[in-house]
């Protein structure tokens, strides 16, 4: 069992680590979720975030490292710093069309270890994150597509751009005259739909312009142009509301208006107003009558994602992936190595969230709150045993999208057999405190006593690879292994051994990509001649005091008072026999606080607890 030194408590004597530093987590499933998280803020996907965007073919920065790409999301490592990283992917992707903006009304990520930036291209956007790596001097770069809920036009020569797809709101300056910029507006807002509403009462100028836009089932358009003294002008393009247009169309005329005729010479101010409201209100009517026949008339585009009836779907026979997929999945790609899974059905999102909320379950998956739950875009978290599955449910065109990724869906098997086969001097012996490790490893730290020496290993080699290693090299030491053939089981393995010395137990478990061993080599012969065992089946607790105050140590609701300088040289401290289990120990001496400290102890083991400077700090001796 091992227990946590306090972080002050240097290591004993005998205790020796080794880190190389090298990876100790599999990264591709941390990915993911960071690509994923980066669309989580989206109100909905855009059908052109399929149409014409693939991450993966965006420019890169020189030197780049692919680690991961999908349409959705990609990235790689840049041989640069953050800041230098974000500079040459903001200089890249400008280079090929791309709009930087800032988010309207919030702040984005600028320090030395992460850079934020929001890219715009026409209907398709863009984020990138950059990170910092490992070593400092190299950058991780991400590229997520960015649903637009409401795509706005830039002007060709805008700066100081502010967009928030999700009011909508666009701020930016420019130097094109005033006619010029509505005539942009006009343009290009009629290309997504969107019409011209009856002029206002303010007539547009030189030095000023003021306009509203209406389109069917949207809220109209405000657009704001005020031009400086500088010759820059001010732009501001915002959502705005059916009462707001009315209001407008209500005020006095500043010159007469041109659109409609005006109402009755002996019409009351009251009428005045309900006649331009009813104007404000037939000129949306219009522009949504309009967009309607638009829609209705035959057109190449494709059908609209299916959201409406959910199915019942059945599982497929023999599913391909460690989780059930529907029986209408077509294009299946699972992959046990790497944890993915990927299909595409006819069946509505709502069906899919369905199937799978009702099939994770009697499997003993625990489903999660949704991180992202819109019509055409579900999010799906569910874990079980410590391992997890995320599970993207989109539909961006005419068929719903599935994307799934985490530890759940890895299969040992297929990890084992992807991977390469250990190499010779991936097995080359090197040894601590007198016992064995493999040459690749990320850590060795030994530990001892006179009674007994422990090892602990960590390794990216695989479970199996690791246990033959052992078999081997211990065998040559004359260690007799117990029941061989029972030693493992699924991802970890417990193997017995009877050494020159004493008893011995090897215990390997695979977990996150990494291998860890622990053995440990009792000295039977010279526990019994110490004296210190206690009676069998019995934990005999030793207490030391490397302080010059007395400290009171309490376990299993006993209470012990231990001198100064007591047991700190050698045996000699108070002691007691416990029953093995799981305890909590807790050290009080006056003027400090209160320490404590749990640890589990097994039958026959001999424990060690010293309170000194930095607490408490407890041992197994034996």
């Given at each position: ?308 009836l959910v199915e019942a779907l059945a599982a497929m026979a023999g599913s391909p992936a460690a989780i059930p997929v529907p029986a209408n999945a077509e294009a299946v790609k699972f992959d ?209 005091n490397a302080l010059s105050a007395p400290a009171t140590i309490t376990i299993n609701k006993q209470s012990v008072s231990v001198p100064p300088g007591a047991g700190a040289n050698g045996p ?51």
């Amino acid at each position: 069992m091992r227990v946590s030194r306090p972080t002050n408590w240097p290591h004993t004597p005998a205790a020796v680590a080794c880190d190389q530093n090298a990876p100790r987590r599999s990264w591709r499933p941390a990915l993911a979720a960071l690509a994923l998280a980066l669309i989580a803020t989206a109100s909905g996907l855009s059908p052109a975030l399929a149409d014409g965007l693939d991450t993966g073919a965006l420019p890169r920065v020189a030197g780049a490292k692919e680690l991961y790409a999908s349409p959705l999301s990609t990235i790689y490592s840049a041989p640069v710093p953050v800041a230098d990283a974000a500079a040459a992917a903001a200089k890249a992707l400008a280079g090929d069309g791309w709009r930087q903006y800032a988010m309207a009304n919030a702040s984005e990520a600028r320090t030395a270890d992460v850079q934020a930036m929001n890219f715009k291209k026409g209907p398709l956007a863009i984020s990138v994150l950059v990170t910092k790596s490992d070593p400092a001097t190299t950058a991780n770069v991400n590229y997520a597509a960015k649903p637009l809920a409401n795509d706005l036009p830039f002007p060709p020569d805008a700066t100081d751009i502010a967009f928030d797809p999700n009011q909508p709101l666009l701020t930016c300056a420019s130097r094109q005259p005033i006619a010029a910029t509505l005539a942009f507006f006009n343009a290009e807002l009629a290309g997504m739909g969107w019409s011209p509403a009856p002029a206002g009462r303010n007539a547009n100028t030189d030095k000023a312009a003021h306009a509203y836009f209406v389109r069917a089932d949207h809220a109209p358009l405000l657009l704001t142009a005020q031009r400086g003294d500088d010759g820059a002008s001010k732009i501001e393009l915002k959502g705005a509301t059916a009462e707001d247009l009315a209001a407008e169309l209500a005020r006095p005329a500043a010159e007469p208006a041109a659109v409609a005729a005006p109402p009755s010479p002996t019409a009351t101010a009251d009428e005045m107003n309900a006649a331009n409201a009813k104007q404000a209100q037939q000129a949306i009517a219009d522009a949504t009558k309009a967009a309607m026949a638009d829609a209705a008339a035959p057109k190449a585009a494709t059908a609209p994602a299916a959201d409406g009836l959910v199915e019942a779907l059945a599982a497929m026979a023999g599913s391909p992936a460690a989780i059930p997929v529907p029986a209408n999945a077509e294009a299946v790609k699972f992959d046990g190595a790497e944890g993915s899974l990927a299909f595409e059905t006819d069946s509505s999102i709502k069906s899919v969230v369905a199937f799978y909320r009702s099939a994770m379950k009697p499997l003993g998956w625990q489903a999660e709150a949704s991180a992202i739950d819109k019509p055409n875009m579900v999010v799906l978290d569910f874990s079980k045993d410590g391992k997890d599955i995320e599970l993207t449910v989109m539909r961006p065109i005419d068929k719903t999208e599935v994307e799934a990724s985490g530890e759940g869906l890895v299969t040992e098997a297929e990890k084992a057999a992807a991977a390469p086969a250990p190499t010779a001097e991936d097995l080359a012996v090197e040894e601590m405190g007198g016992l064995p490790y493999p040459n690749n490893h990320t850590l060795a730290e030994a530990e001892g006593t006179p009674l007994r020496h422990a090892l602990t290993v960590e390794t990216a080699l695989d479970l199996q690879s690791v246990l033959g290693f052992y078999r081997q090299e211990l065998g040559k030491r004359g260690w007799k292994e117990d029941a061989p053939t029972a030693a493992v089981a699924g991802a970890s393995a417990t193997l017995r051994f009877m050494t020159p010395d004493g008893p011995a137990v090897l215990k390997l478990e695979r977990k996150d990509d990494v291998t860890t061993v622990n053995l440990v080599v009792s000295n039977q012969a010279k526990a019994k001649a110490s004296g210190l065992t206690a009676k069998p089946g019995k934990v005999k607790a030793m207490f030391g005091n490397a302080l010059s105050a007395p400290a009171t140590i309490t376990i299993n609701k006993q209470s012990v008072s231990v001198p100064p300088g007591a047991g700190a040289n050698g045996p000699g401290g108070p002691t007691l026999e416990l029953p093995a289990g799981t305890y909590k120990v807790t050290m009080k001496v006056a003027g400090q606080s209160d320490a404590s400290v749990d640890v589990t102890i097994g039958a026959d083991e001999i424990w060690g607890f010293m309170a000194g400077p930095g607490g408490l700090m407890p041992m197994q001796i034996h």
